[in-house]
């Protein structure tokens, strides 16, 4: 973290994310901002509000409505030296542009030998939780985590979103940056003022505890850490790591946790097969076998599209009680 | 629901008028921009470039054969990977990639080896390149040319966002894409196009219409007749243009690269050709084509044309161009020296050029990796 910020200011998610994009298209002329709906409007959380009469219509512009359209002319504009910021405006949205991240995005340098890099930031809301309409509420954060050469980052606090935004557009590599809607505007908090940054690559442990291990990232932290304060009340002490970052992942820090706890709950909103928690798993087990006192449990969503049904959404999407129920399990292994 | 009054048809043309169109829109060859017919005269005289032009795209369509037949030479003796022959499209690449300057953009699909060479990819590069050799992707400082595409029509969105990139860095420079017939049916290719007439890009999109997409026929690819056609639909212009008649392609590109460079926008160039050899060099086209599919295209060899139009101005004498053919062939052989010089990769080479810094994790399987090739 870099220290030239003292002053503070309270704000939400949302506003966070526009200030960082705010001071990255004051900071570098390279920095272009485009997207559907991004301009004028907006965008359709607000994210980009006010940027296009600030910093002028070359600079933060309305694209076309497609998705390979975006990303693959975000790769050309990043191939010629500059810094393209694309909102994907639905992280379920993305994958029409699939083709071009997997064939294209991810593996620029690793294709030209590093002649070209791809400076760009691919942002995307993504999550449940706010009862929105069907295909609005995927977890894709998996398919990007295995696909070589990207980046991915996921915040959960208005400052890390402003900390690790800045550091993603400032990145020489590409990053996706997931930003889970339900946290837009539900929580404020005390944001550094001026060009912070939250590195890549570290976690963050939001409770210290010696009994049980809770990680998880973005939407999820906040579940964790209602599950965390319950299972206090039981004498229960749960720490819970927030990854920020899934590529590169910071496994020092997972496995430094549970060499003290030997008890491992992983919490993702996304799918149960293949995802990003099974990953987390594995490199635990590989790693730190001997220091676990009981089997890892995921708490997941299910291997089923995210529901649309407002009355059982909340059945998929992990809830607290789901996850103090797996602190339990574990504990009472 | 409340029941809605059917909407009206629209007008249709009489069946008669409407045949009476669609037979004049098939006149491929009526509808083709051409400055120098097969038989080496001009059909467009006013049109002839100056005699330095003219020599120069003649000698870039050599140096693109030569290659293209010591390739397949160098393939069948095993010292060259599988490679998409191009022979017979030299002027479709050569005469279109010789409009631009160093400082454009070239993205080449895998059949354009002439077009990189003609923007100045050096020989030992792209023999690299095919031998799957790290070299060949490392492209040279000095230009914009990108490797290969393999994934088809990928390549056509990128190529409006470096161009809008320039654009926007207050430059004059172009980007030109390549694409195939199939091409032009991804969704890409139209994205790409509808990107660049909404955002004003300088873009030059090259559509080679070689007839085939492998074993598909263009008339089983779609059942558009015109693909230059294409643009109408996105608000640009397109042109359709005689692509084995390099004085024709040299000239409408040029145009095109004016154009854009000029803020006009962007143009779609149909160069209508034809694939006369296999898709690849271990591809065996006896399965899908007939001798009678090829019947003529030999006789509108591009660079048969252009050798008798210098011969009839007096451009070209039995002795200049046996001095041509002389100077590509020990270019060849001095490239392919160099190529051969180039060390192979090591095993760690896999995990390089990932990410600016390597993470964790590949550091951790960098060193799994070194541990297992050394026991
Ligand atoms: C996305 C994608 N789908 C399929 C292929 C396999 N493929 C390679 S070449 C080809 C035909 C392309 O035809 P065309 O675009 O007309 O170009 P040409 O080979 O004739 O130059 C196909 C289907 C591919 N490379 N990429």
């Not at chain 2, 037949?69 to 095993?78: D, F, I, K, N, P």
């Amino acid at each position: 973290m870099t220290a030239t910020a003292s002053k503070t200011k309270t704000m939400t998610m949302v506003a966070a994310i526009n200030e960082a994009l705010d001071l990255a298209l004051a900071n570098d002329p390279a920095v272009h901002i485009f997207g559907e709906d991004v301009g004028v409007m907006g965008g359709v959380f607000r994210a980009t509000d006010g940027l296009q009469a600030k910093y002028g219509v070359d600079r933060v512009f309305d694209t076309p409505l497609a998705e390979a359209g975006i990303v693959g002319m975000g790769i050309g504009m990043g191939l010629a030296g500059l810094k393209p910021v694309a909102e994907i405006q639905f992280a379920g949205f993305l994958y029409p542009a699939l083709d071009q991240i997997l064939s294209h995005l991810g593996r620029f340098r690793h294709r030209t030998r590093s002649r070209y890099h791809l400076p760009m930031v691919i942002r995307a809301p993504y999550g449940g939780g706010v009862h929105t309409p069907e295909q609005h509420a995927d977890s894709p954060e998996a398919i990007l985590a295995h696909t070589p050469g990207v980046k991915v980052v996921i915040p959960s606090t208005p400052s890390d979103a402003k900390g690790l935004l800045l550091s993603a557009i400032n990145d020489p590599d590409p990053v996706f940056f997931f930003e889970a809607i339900k946290l837009y505007r539900s929580v404020k908090e005390e944001v550094p003022e001026g060009d912070y940054r939250v590195p890549l690559g570290k976690a963050r442990v939001v409770t210290q505890g010696d009994d049980v291990t809770v990680v998880c990232y973005g939407g999820m932290v906040e579940v964790a850490q209602k599950a965390a304060e319950a299972a206090r009340t039981a004498g229960i002490g749960v720490e819970v790591i927030d990854l920020r970052t899934l590529v590169p992942m910071d496994t020092e820090t997972v496995l430094q946790s549970v060499e003290k706890t030997g008890r491992v709950v992983i919490v993702t909103e996304a799918p149960r097969t293949a995802g990003f928690h099974s990953e987390i798993s594995a490199t635990i087990a590989e790693e730190a076998i001997e220091f676990l006192r009981a089997p890892i449990v995921r708490v997941t969503g299910f291997d089923a599209p995210y529901p649309p049904f407002t009355a059982i959404e909340d059945v998929y999407r992990p809830n607290p009680l789901r996850v103090a129920k797996a602190i339990r399990k574990v504990m009472a292994y | 629901m409340t029941r809605k009054k059917t909407p009206k048809a629209p007008p249709r043309a009489e069946p008669d008028a409407f045949e009476a169109s669609v037979a004049a829109y098939d006149d491929a060859s009526g509808s083709m921009f051409q400055i120098l017919a097969p038989d080496g005269t001009l059909t467009r005289p006013d049109l002839l470039p100056p005699a330095d032009v003219q020599l120069r795209l003649y000698r870039e369509m050599r140096r693109a054969r030569h290659f293209d037949e010591r390739g397949w030479v160098l393939y069948r003796q095993g010292r060259l990977g599988v490679f998409p022959p191009f022979g017979g499209m030299e002027a479709s690449q050569c005469g279109t990639a010789a409009a631009l300057t160093s400082d454009d953009w070239l993205f080449p699909t895998y059949r354009d080896t002439g077009a990189a060479l003609t923007l100045g990819l050096p020989i030992a590069r792209t023999l690299a390149y095919w031998r799957t050799s790290p070299h060949g992707w490392a492209m040279p400082e000095n230009l914009k040319v990108l490797p290969f595409y393999i994934p088809i029509a990928t390549q056509y969105p990128q190529a409006v966002g470096a161009a809008l990139a320039e654009q926007r860095q207050g430059t004059r420079n172009v980007a030109m894409a390549f694409i195939g017939d199939g091409g032009s049916s991804e969704g890409d290719f139209h994205e790409a196009l509808n990107f660049a007439g909404a955002l004003n890009a300088p873009c030059v999109f090259i559509l080679q219409n070689n007839g085939w997409a492998i074993s598909v026929p263009t008339r089983k690819q779609t059942k558009a007749t015109n693909l230059s056609r294409r643009a109408e639909g996105y608000g640009i212009p397109g042109v359709r243009v005689d692509g084995n008649d390099v004085l024709a392609t040299w000239h409408v590109t040029n145009e095109a690269v004016q154009r854009a460079r000029a803020g006009e926008g962007p143009t779609l160039i149909e160069t209508v050709t034809y694939r006369i050899k296999p898709h690849t060099v271990a591809d065996d086209p006896s399965r899908y084509r007939t001798e009678e599919d090829n019947a003529g295209w030999a006789e509108k060899d591009p660079v048969e044309r252009m050798r008798r139009h210098l011969m009839n101005s007096g451009l070209l004498t039995e002795q200049s161009e046996a001095e041509l053919l002389s100077e590509v062939a020990a270019e060849f052989e001095a490239a392919l020296q160099e190529a051969d010089s180039y060390p192979d990769p090591t095993p760690a080479e896999i995990l390089d050029h990932v990410f600016a810094e390597p993470t964790p994790q590949l550091r951790k399987q960098r060193a799994e990796l070194l541990a297992e090739v050394d026991a």
